[in-house]
């Protein structure tokens, strides 16, 4: 089972500031199947970035992913207040799939 | 876009079992990946398990051998989750999420096992 470990466990930041999140897997993640997610309290989390690297959806540029193999980054160029969430990444390339355990970006 | 709707909140017993269901809409339903994850209160998510709805064969977590079944049903575009032999850890919200990478969510079920 592929262990992800995401850094930091909180980030306390200001609007317009940049957040640089970290999410390393114990074994290289097959083919960069990493994926972010953003969850705010009492939502379903939403697909920010699949493949390590391409925005979903409708997702804003200010996203970014990069990465490969067993290290990734989630980058948001300058927060919005509606940024301010928890963020998880996921590895979709082996079975059993897993999740890191989250990473806390929160007004400072 | 497809679009996922599961079923109303539960409560159940100790021992007992529970059955979600979500219902997908406005896609092919046949060969779009549906994963069940969990998330108990405070905690991140939980992958417990997944089908091809074309293939029928579901992959689940080693943790919950034996005791979840993840099913489709192309004739109406439903997966099932059940969770058997409930425990107080098993208290959690359940949702089901399409596409490789989950594209799409349905809103979660609250499981509740409580005595």
Redesign the interface.
């Given at each position: 089972e592929i262990v992800l470990t995401q850094s930091p466990g909180t980030l306390s930041l200001s609007p317009g500031e940049r957040a640089t999140l970290s999410c390393r897997a114990s074994q290289s993640v097959s083919s960069n199947?990493l994926?972010w997610?953003q969850?705010k309290s009492g939502q379903?989390?939403?697909?920010l970035i699949?493949?390590a690297s391409s925005r979903?959806?409708g997702i804003p540029d200010r996203f970014s992913g990069s990465g490969s193999g067993t290290d990734f980054t989630l980058t948001i160029s300058r927060l919005e207040p509606e940024d301010f969430a928890v963020y998880?990444c996921?590895q979709?390339g082996s079975?059993?799939?897993?999740?890191?355990?989250?990473t806390k970006v929160e007004i400072k | 876009q497809v679009h996922l709707v599961q079923s109303g909140a539960e409560v159940k017993e100790p021992g007992s079992s529970v059955k979600v269901s979500c219902k997908a809409s406005g896609g092919t339903f046949s060969n779009f990946t549906i994963t069940w994850v969990r998330q108990a209160p405070g905690q991140g998510p939980e992958w417990m398990g997944g089908i091809i709805p074309f293939f029928g064969t579901a992959h689940n977590a080693q943790r919950f051998q034996g005791r979840l079944t993840i099913i489709a049903d192309e004739s109406t575009s439903t997966a099932y989750m059940e969770l058997s032999s409930l425990r107080s850890e098993d208290t959690a919200v359940y949702y089901c999420a399409g596409g490789m990478s989950l594209d799409v969510w349905g809103k979660g079920t609250t499981v509740t096992v409580s005595s």
């Open positions: 199947y994926a997610y969850q379903a989390p939403r697909l699949y493949g979903a959806t998880y996921q979709y079975l059993p799939r897993t999740f890191g355990q989250g | -």
